[in-house]
């Protein structure tokens, strides 16, 4: 066995300029398929740890009419907060929030709004709430940076709010912008503001109430409450799973054109050597290597492209990897559009298994691919191929 | 003593007769405003900070509930129909040949970037039977003489807590119209005006609508045609008629 290996590579390498292009070929898809599985890889778990840290916490609990996809909802979508979950509401352990819609009119011009009352005192979201506490004498609002870009708004602004109460009846008043936050998810900022929980219930008349109840990660979401149901993380973070599979599926088009490419090159240069090198088997077989260890030899050597492959790919790959990995790459302005959570820059995330599997993926797909024209030398007959008689 | 007290008597009586009730007041506002049902056809001009829009139209309404509009020009929204029964709304728009449902807060939105609300524009409530009345004094607008009548809610299910009231004192039209937030902040303004008898009754033919928040000059709502109490088919009330 040793010996298949030494005399495949010695035959590997003399075969030059054709095995190298065979190499360059198939290490450009090893980097490929590795830099955009990681890059998929990169942005889920920085897309699904941001909207952790800043929308759905360990779970979320919704009150039983609200849907986030009908706006229609929203009216009925309110109840008071269960009292077995009033003590964490207390020490922070969970963000409650009340959404209701509303209008506001930045600089004259008018534009629909969701209002979103949050607990001031909850440590769970990232969503600086603490502000509010500092602030407590006008009405104080904190909106996201597209908002505030959007809208024209600045720190320190005072916008006229508009909403109806829970009876139907308008009610307006000025609120103070006391902060504009950086956030990637753009479901807690994209035409949203966010108010004290207690102002916006009193605004609305519906003391105590909320729409979703954000729980803890470390909580344990057992406790049953009648007219809300509980939302898990796999669910609250579907969007962002279906999205990357999706992507996933994409990026497997282009996989399969990149290995047929270099699949047909190694292909190709197996044909073309069982036929030039006819003689060649003869001898092998005239010295004694049963036709199995002939076919083994040719298998070897078309593998072994795609071990050369793998060694040139680290060789140029790891550099530019590692340097998109701590770079990360931009992302256009405007993909927050999308509704999902992008950062500015996303960070490939290039994991062993990742690594582990695309080699063994090449590996298996080039000694297939290798082996298949191999079969033609098991019906050879070695005294033809002794004398190059074409078979 | 006694021939005192009958001319005072008589003076008191004579005032009071020459002042009526807000609720008087407000229950011929209505009788003028109000109709079991409404056909007519009018001209909205939308005057945006940049641009002047004009959309025509045609209404149905009958009673408070049930309201039924098309839209007549410009070509771009020509054949978009409306329906609204209670506090829900339809909208059937022709270039897609679809029907969308507006409801809850939707109906609060501008009708195509104008001072006026869904809700503005399809509905026709009696004041009587949501506000109650107070003379608050009196003021002349258009050179007519008025009475200033503020409106308070007596249910807390109406769009505007407060309103603010100038009613003609000999037509008992209102020529002007203040809509007040709960919070006491100005929302809307309305002033009326071309103010013409149609079938007995006095009827603004013009209203302009402001939302005091917003910029711009205002919309134009313009009675083409109108005509009060006439028999409406019940079909056009219901969502077959949208695609007809």
């Known amino acids: ?391 | 003593m006694r021939k005192l007290v009958i001319p005072v008597l008589m003076l008191c009586f004579s005032i009071n007769a020459q002042t009526p009730s807000a609720k008087d007041i407000i229950e011929k506002v209505d009788k003028n405003m109000s109709a079991d049902s409404r056909v007519f056809t009018s001209k909205m001009v939308i005057h945006n900070p940049r641009n002047t829009r004009t959309v025509e139209s045609k209404s149905w309404s009958m009673g408070e509930k049930k309201s039924y509009t098309e839209y007549l020009s410009p070509p771009r929204e020509q054949g978009t129909k409306m329906l609204k029964l209670e506090d829900q709304l339809w909208i059937f728009s022709p270039s897609t040949d679809r029907i969308i449902q507006i409801s809850g807060h939707m109906l609060r939105q501008s009708v195509m970037g104008s001072d006026l609300s869904y809700e503005d524009m399809m509905e026709d409530p009696h004041l009587l039977n949501h506000y109650t009345g107070k003379i608050n004094g009196e003021e002349k607008i258009a050179d007519r003489n008025c009475w200033i009548i503020t409106l308070t809610a007596n249910t807390p299910d109406v769009a505007y807590q407060t309103q603010k009231v100038w009613v003609d004192k000999d037509r008992f039209i209102p020529l002007k119209k203040e809509l007040y937030a709960k919070s006491g902040v100005l929302l809307k303004r309305m002033e009326l005006s071309d103010v013409l008898q149609i079938q007995g009754r006095w009827f603004p033919k013009k209203i302009l609508f402001k939302d005091v928040l917003k910029e711009g000059d205002g919309t134009e709502f313009q009675i083409m045609e109108i005509e009060f109490n006439t028999k409406i088919p019940e079909y056009i009330f219901s969502k077959a008629s949208l695609k007809k």
Do not use: C
């Open chain 1, 1 to 391: 066995m040793k010996l298949l290996f030494k005399l495949a590579a010695k035959n590997l390498i003399g075969a030059g300029l054709r095995t190298w292009l065979n190499v360059i070929v198939l290490s450009f898809s090893f980097l490929i398929i590795i830099w955009h599985k990681g890059l998929l890889d990169g942005w889920d778990r920085q897309a699904k740890n941001e909207t952790i840290s800043w929308e759905t916490g360990g779970g979320q609990y919704w009150q039983e009419n609200y849907d986030p996809y009908d706006p229609f909802s929203l009216t009925e979508a309110h109840s008071g907060i269960p009292p077995s979950f009033n003590t964490l509401v207390s020490k922070g352990n969970i963000a409650a929030i009340l959404i209701t819609q509303g209008t506001i009119y930045p600089s004259g011009r008018i534009q629909s709004i969701l209002i979103k009352g949050i607990s001031s005192n909850q440590k769970l979201l990232k969503i600086p709430s603490a502000l509010f506490i500092k602030n407590s004498e006008e009405v104080p609002a904190l909106i996201g940076r597209n908002t505030a870009t959007d809208n024209r708004i600045k720190e320190g602004d005072l916008i006229t709010l508009r909403w109806r109460d829970v009876h139907g009846t308008f009610d307006a008043g000025n609120i103070k912008v006391i902060g504009i936050f950086d956030s990637d998810v753009p479901t807690v900022d994209m035409g949203q503001i966010w108010l004290p929980l207690d102002r916006l219930q009193k605004m609305m008349d519906m003391p105590g109430e909320a729409t979703i109840l954000v729980w803890n990660k470390e909580e344990q979401h057992s406790t049953i409450s009648q007219g809300w149901k509980f939302k898990t993380n796999e669910v609250l973070l579907k969007s962002i799973t279906d999205l990357i599979k999706m992507k996933s599926v994409g990026g497997i088009v282009l996989y399969i054109i990149l290995m047929s490419l270099a699949m047909l090159a190694i292909f190709d240069t197996q044909v073309l050597s069982i036929f030039r090198r006819q003689k060649e088997i003869g001898t092998y077989i005239a010295l004694g290597m049963t036709r199995g260890e002939v076919v083994g030899l040719f298998t070897i050597e078309g593998s072994l492209n795609s071990v050369l492959a793998g060694l040139l790919a680290a060789l140029y790959g790891i550099p530019l990897l590692a340097m998109q990995a701590s770079h990360g790459m931009s992302m256009p302005g405007g993909s927050k559009g999308f509704g999902l959570a992008v950062a500015d820059r996303i960070y490939p995330a290039y994991s062993l298994g990742l690594i582990v599997t695309t080699i063994l993926l090449i590996l298996l797909t080039t000694t297939i691919v290798s082996y298949l024209p191999s079969r033609k030398i098991a019906k050879m007959k070695p005294t033809e191929a002794l004398r190059g008689k074409i078979q």
